[in-house]
C-alpha cells in the first residue's frame, strides 16, 4: 500500500533524530498509523529546528543521524509495517557558509555553473549590482562595519583560499582578485602563485577554475612553513580595515568581488535575487531547470527506488515557476523508478501531495498528477463549521465597539498589501514592474506607458488579488485563472485612476490574457514569459505575508478563525456547505490529507475549538470580556514615543481583546488561580506569543525596529492580570469562564477529531495532538512531546467502552477515540478508501445541533453523528457530553443509500443498535460521548 491510511507528522531536529524517531515507532504503530510523514531530512544549516533551510540536498543531515540513521529509522518501520513519506523543498535552499552551490557562486559569480541555479537578476536596475550578488546580511550599515573592523580578510589553511569574515559569515574572494591580495606583500614566495592566478585572465579579469586550482594548491603548501604563513599573514594585514591603508585597501578589494556586502534592510528595497517570502537567508532555486531538478532531486529519487520513502509532501508550490509542469515531472520520475523498488514493496505510484493554499472558492488544478493538498483545505473547512453562524454579527459589532475599528478583514489585508509592497517585497514588486515594462517596451502601441504608471496600476491589481496566485504558462490562461484575474480588475477598477484603467487591461493580457507562445519574435516570448513568472512568484509572497502574518494579528473578531489556509472574513460555514465540500473532495482528490494542526498553525487544534465556542455563548462573552476591560483597566500604562512611535496606552484596545481569546483558548485545563508555577509558565509562552503578534502586525511595533517600550508595557500588563491575590479579581474570573466553555471546547474537538478521521481523505496526526492540543503559534507548536505519557495511556488502554467521565482532562479519550477509529481504518480499508460520502439529515428540535453522514462501499456503511454547536445545549455540564434532556425525540434518518440490514455497531462503545423505521435516534448515538461511529451492513 502506497497511499498512506494515516499519517502521524514528526518534528526532526538535532534533539529529535532518526533514533529517537526509532523509539517511538512502535508507539505510532499501535496507535494505528500506516506511514510517519517526516519533516525535511536533506541536510540543513547548523542547528536548524526545522529543516527548511537545506544547505546540501545531496546528503541527509548528519544532526539527524544521517543516512544510516534514516536506514535504521525506516528498517524499524517496515518491521512495524509502516512507511514513510518525507517532506521535500524544491523552491529555496538556505545560504551562507555551508551550501557550496551558493558559495561557488560568490566566489565565480557569472562564471560558476550553479550561477543560473539560483533565480538572480545579474543586470537589476541598481548598475551598482550589475554582475553581483547583493549579500544583505550586515548588521549595520556598510561603511560602519567596515570601520568598525568586524569585515576582515582571514585565510583558510585547509584550502589555500582566502575570504571575509563577518562574525558567523564567510564570502569566498574571487580567485581574479587572489593576485591583489598577494602584491600587497614584496617577497618571492608569492611570484609563482601570482603568476599562476594570472594564467587565463580575459579581458573583465576572470580566469577559468583550473588555473585556480594551481594557485591554491600552491598556497597550501606555503601555508605548510613558517616562512609562507608568515607571508599570508603580511598581507592579511594589509587589508586590515582599522588602518587607514587598510580601510581603503580591503574596501577597494571588495569592490572587486561579485558580490555586495550591504545592511540586512537594504535587501527589502535592492536584492537581486529571489527569497522565499521576504527571508534574506533563503534563496529561490530555479527548480524548472532540468539540471537543477535533477541535482536537486537525485537523493530523493535514490531513497524512493531503494525503498527509503514511500511518497512526498512538497513545500511551498505555488513559489516554483510553473507548479503544475513541476509536479507533472516529479510523478513520472516517481512512476518511472517504481518498478525498481525493492520487490517486497508494492510498485504502485508514489504519494504525491503539496503545501497549497486554496481560496474560498478555489479549486486544486486536477491536471497536476497529485493526490491532493497537505490538508490546510479540510483545516478550514472543519473549523469553519463548528462556528455558530448567528454569533458573526453580534462579534463583529463587540470588535468593533471594543477596538473602535471598523474596518473588515478585507480591508486589513489590503492595507497590509500596500505595507508590504511599499517595502518588505518592495524589491521583488521593483523586479516584477520591470518585467512588465521591458514587455511594454517591445509594442509601439504600449511603449509610452511609463514605468511608473505600470507601478500605480500594478500595486492595484496586486493589492486586490483574491487568491495566491495563477498558472499561466507559455499557453497563456485557463478558464479557472481568467476568472481569478477578472475578480481582480472589477476591484482593481475602483481604485485605479480613470486615466489609467486602460492600462489595468493591458496589464492583464501581458500576465497570461496573451499566450507568450503566439509572439513570433524569441525576445518578446522570453521577456512576455518572464514577467507572468515573476508576477505569479511575487503573489505567494504577498499573499502569505499580508494575511497569514500582518493582517491575522490586526484583525481579531475571533481568532480561531485566524489559522493558516482560513479566511477570516468567512466566519463560519453550514452544515451543508461543508457536506459540498467532502463531497467533492472524494470525487477528485479523495486521498488528499486531511489536517488539522500542523507544524505551521497559529494556534493549536484545541485552542481553536475553545474559542470557536465563543461563537454560540457570544452574549455571555461580551457581557464577560466589556467586565475585563474594565477591571484591568488601571493596569495599562502609558508608554511614551521611541523612535518615531507616537505615544500610546499598552495595551491597545484590539490587543487586549486578542490577548483574552488567548487566555480563553489556551489555558490547560485544570490550572487554578492559585498555581504560581502553572500560571508562570503558560505567561511566558504567552508573552513570547504576544511579543510575535505585535511584530507580525506592523503598527506599533515591528521586526526591524521593535517598540521595546510598547512590548514591555504589554508584557507587564500580561503579568500583571495573572498576578494571583486579592486585589486581582480578574483571575477567578478567568479560570471560572474557562471552566464553563472547556467542556464544550473538548466536545467540538473530539467532532473535529473524528470528521478528520472519517471524512474523505487521508487523516494526519500532528505529533503529539493525540492529546489535547493546547499549543500557540512556532516555535510553540513545536516543543518536545511526552511521548512516555502517551505511551503509558496507549498501554492502558484495553479497548474498554468509551464515555466522557471524570479524569477526561488528562486527553487520554481523544488518544482513545484516534486509536479506535484508526483500527477502524485498518480493518474496513476499502470503505475509507473508496467509498461514498452521503450526508445525513437529521430531524427533531435537535437537528440544528447534530451533524450527520455516511461512508458507503459496496455493502459495507459507516454512519458518523457529531454534535453541533453544543455549548447551548450543555449548559454547565463538566464534561464534553450532550445531557439527555437535550437530546430527546430527534434523530439521524437514514437515506435509501445507507439502509442497513440488522444491528449497527457503535465502535467508540462497542454497543449494538438497530434503527428505528430508517431513524437513529440522537439520545441513543449520543449516550455517552458527543460523537458517533456506527459500522454496519447495507441492505
Not at 585556480?212 to 594548491?217: L, N, R, S, Y
Not at 592579511?236 to 569592490?255: I, M
Not at 498576578?723 to 466536545?747: D, E, K, M, T
Request: net charge negative.
Amino acid at each position: 500500500m502506497t497511499i498512506p491510511r494515516a499519517t502521524a507528522r514528526l518534528q526532526l531536529h538535532k534533539d529529535f533524530t532518526f533514533d529517537d524517531a526509532i523509539r517511538v515507532v512502535p508507539y505510532y504503530a499501535g496507535l494505528g498509523v500506516s506511514h510517519l510523514y517526516a519533516s525535511p531530512i536533506l541536510t540543513a544549516r547548523s542547528g536548524s529546528t526545522h529543516g527548511y533551510d537545506i544547505v546540501d540536498p545531496t546528503r541527509i543531515n548528519p544532526e539527524l543521524g544521517g543516512e544510516d540513521g534514516l536506514r535504521r529509522l525506516v528498517a524499524r518501520l517496515r518491521e512495524a509495517g509502516l512507511g514513510l513519506i518525507l517532506d521535500i523543498v524544491p523552491n529555496h535552499m538556505g545560504v551562507g557558509p555551508e551550501n557550496p552551490w551558493w558559495q561557488h557562486v560568490l566566489e565565480w559569480g557569472r562564471q560558476s555553473p550553479y550561477a543560473r541555479w539560483f533565480d538572480i537578476d545579474w543586470q537589476p536596475a541598481d548598475e551598482s549590482l550589475h554582475g553581483k550578488v547583493m549579500a544583505p546580511f550586515l548588521g549595520q550599515p556598510y561603511g560602519e562595519v567596515l570601520a568598525a573592523g568586524d569585515i576582515k580578510l582571514e585565510f583558510d589553511t585547509r584550502r589555500g583560499k582566502f575570504f571575509i569574515s563577518y562574525y558567523a559569515h564567510r564570502f569566498p574572494i574571487t580567485p581574479a582578485s587572489y593576485s591583489d591580495i598577494l602584491n600587497s606583500v614584496e617577497t618571492p614566495r608569492f611570484a609563482p602563485v601570482i603568476s599562476a592566478f594570472h594564467v587565463d585572465q580575459n579581458e573583465e579579469g576572470e580566469m577559468s577554475l583550473q588555473p585556480a586550482d594551481v594557485g591554491f594548491a600552491q598556497l597550501r603548501a606555503l601555508a605548510e612553513t613558517a616562512e609562507g604563513i608568515a607571508d599570508i599573514n603580511t598581507a592579511l594585514q594589509a587589508f586590515d580595515a582599522t588602518t587607514p591603508d587598510g580601510f581603503d585597501a580591503l574596501h577597494r578589494l571588495l569592490e572587486r568581488q561579485h558580490y555586495r556586502l550591504a545592511w540586512w534592510r537594504c535587501a527589502a528595497d535592492g536584492i537581486n535575487w529571489r527569497r522565499f517570502f521576504e527571508v534574506t537567508d533563503l534563496a529561490g532555486v530555479r527548480v524548472e531547470q532540468d539540471d537543477v531538478f535533477e541535482a536537486t532531486h537525485a537523493l530523493i529519487f535514490r531513497l524512493y527506488t531503494e525503498g527509503l520513502i514511500d511518497g512526498v509532501r512538497v513545500d511551498h508550490v505555488d513559489g516554483l515557476a510553473d507548479p503544475g509542469a513541476y509536479c507533472r515531472k516529479l510523478r513520472a520520475r516517481l512512476q518511472a523508478l517504481s518498478m525498481q523498488r525493492p520487490a517486497e514493496l508494492p510498485p504502485a505510484p508514489a504519494y504525491i501531495v503539496v503545501e497549497k493554499i486554496l481560496g474560498a472558492d478555489e479549486q486544486l488544478r486536477g491536471n497536476w498528477e497529485i493526490d491532493g493538498t497537505s490538508g490546510y483545505d479540510f483545516m478550514d473547512r472543519v473549523g469553519a463549521v463548528l462556528h455558530d453562524c448567528e454569533g458573526e454579527a453580534p462579534l463583529t459589532a463587540l470588535w468593533s465597539e471594543l477596538t473602535g475599528q471598523d474596518r473588515d478583514f478585507l480591508h486589513e489585508v489590503q492595507q497590509a498589501r500596500r505595507q508590504l509592497l511599499a517595502n518588505n517585497l518592495a524589491g521583488e514588486f521593483e523586479s516584477a514592474s520591470r518585467a512588465l515594462h521591458a514587455v511594454a517596451r517591445t509594442d509601439l502601441r504600449t511603449r509610452d506607458y511609463s514605468l511608473a504608471a505600470i507601478r500605480r496600476v500594478f500595486t492595484e491589481l496586486l493589492v486586490h488579488f483574491p487568491v495566491y496566485r495563477t498558472y499561466a504558462d507559455s499557453n497563456g490562461r485557463d478558464e479557472l485563472d481568467q476568472e481569478v484575474i477578472e475578480h481582480a480588475l472589477e476591484r482593481a477598477r475602483t481604485s485605479v485612476e480613470r486615466t489609467e484603467v486602460p492600462l489595468l487591461d493591458v496589464l492583464a493580457r501581458w500576465l497570461g490574457g496573451d499566450a507568450p507562445r503566439e509572439h513570433a519574435n524569441p525576445r518578446v516570448r522570453q521577456l512576455h514569459q518572464r514577467a507572468i513568472t515573476r508576477f505569479q512568484q511575487l503573489t505567494p509572497p504577498l499573499s502569505a505575508k499580508s494575511v497569514e502574518d500582518t493582517a491575522f494579528y490586526r484583525y481579531g473578531r475571533l481568532l480561531s478563525r485566524n489559522e493558516v489556509g482560513s479566511d477570516p472574513g468567512q466566519f463560519c460555514i453550514t452544515v451543508d456547505e461543508f457536506h459540498a465540500a467532502n463531497r467533492l473532495r472524494a470525487e477528485r482528490f479523495p486521498h488528499a490529507l486531511l489536517a488539522t494542526a500542523t507544524h505551521d498553525h497559529k494556534r493549536g487544534e484545541d485552542v481553536r475549538t475553545r474559542i470557536a465556542v465563543l461563537s454560540e455563548l457570544h452574549e455571555e462573552w461580551a457581557r464577560e470580556v466589556r467586565e475585563w476591560m474594565k477591571e484591568n483597566a488601571p493596569l495599562r500604562s502609558e508608554v511614551p514615543p521611541e523612535d518615531g512611535a507616537p505615544a500610546c496606552i499598552a495595551p491597545q484596545p484590539a490587543d487586549e481583546l486578542m490577548l483574552y481569546q488567548m487566555l480563553v483558548g489556551a489555558w490547560p485545563l485544570g490550572l487554578k488561580a492559585d498555581d504560581e508555577a502553572g500560571i508562570r509558565a503558560l505567561e511566558e509562552r504567552l508573552q513570547q506569543w504576544q511579543t510575535k503578534a505585535l511584530r507580525e502586525a506592523k503598527q506599533v511595533s515591528d521586526w526591524v525596529l521593535p517598540n521595546q517600550a510598547y512590548e514591555e508595557a504589554c508584557a507587564r500588563f500580561l503579568r500583571d492580570i495573572l498576578q494571583a491575590g486579592s486585589h486581582n479579581a480578574f483571575l477567578p474570573r478567568l479560570v471560572a469562564w474557562v471552566r464553563r466553555i472547556a467542556p464544550a471546547g473538548a466536545a467540538k474537538s473530539l467532532a473535529q477529531t473524528v470528521m478528520r478521521l472519517t471524512c474523505p481523505g487521508v487523516p494526519d496526526l500532528y505529533q503529539g495532538t493525540e492529546f489535547w492540543d493546547f499549543s500557540l503559534v512556532d516555535p510553540d507548536n513545536r516543543r518536545p512531546v511526552d511521548y512516555a505519557a502517551r505511551e503509558q495511556a496507549l498501554a492502558a488502554d484495553r479497548g474498554e467502552s468509551l464515555r466522557a467521565a471524570p479524569g477526561w482532562e488528562q486527553g487520554r479519550l481523544k488518544q482513545q477515540i484516534i486509536r479506535k477509529l484508526l483500527a477502524l481504518r485498518a480493518e474496513e480499508a476499502p470503505l475509507f478508501f473508496q467509498g461514498d460520502y452521503e450526508p445525513l439529515a437529521v430531524e427533531g428540535p435537535m437537528a440544528r445541533h447534530a451533524l450527520a453522514y455516511c461512508r458507503r462501499y459496496q455493502q459495507r456503511v459507516v454512519i458518523v453523528v457529531a454534535a453541533h454547536l453544543p455549548a447551548g445545549l450543555m449548559g454547565h455540564a463538566e464534561f464534553p457530553h450532550v445531557p439527555a434532556d437535550a437530546r430527546q425525540d430527534s434523530a439521524v434518518v437514514l437515506s435509501d443509500e445507507c439502509e442497513v440490514k440488522g444491528g449497527l455497531q457503535e465502535v467508540l462503545s462497542g454497543t449494538m443498535m438497530q434503527p428505528e423505521t430508517g431513524r437513529l435516534p440522537l439520545s441513543r448515538l449520543l449516550e455517552q460521548l458527543p460523537v458517533a461511529v456506527l459500522i454496519g451492513t447495507v441492505v
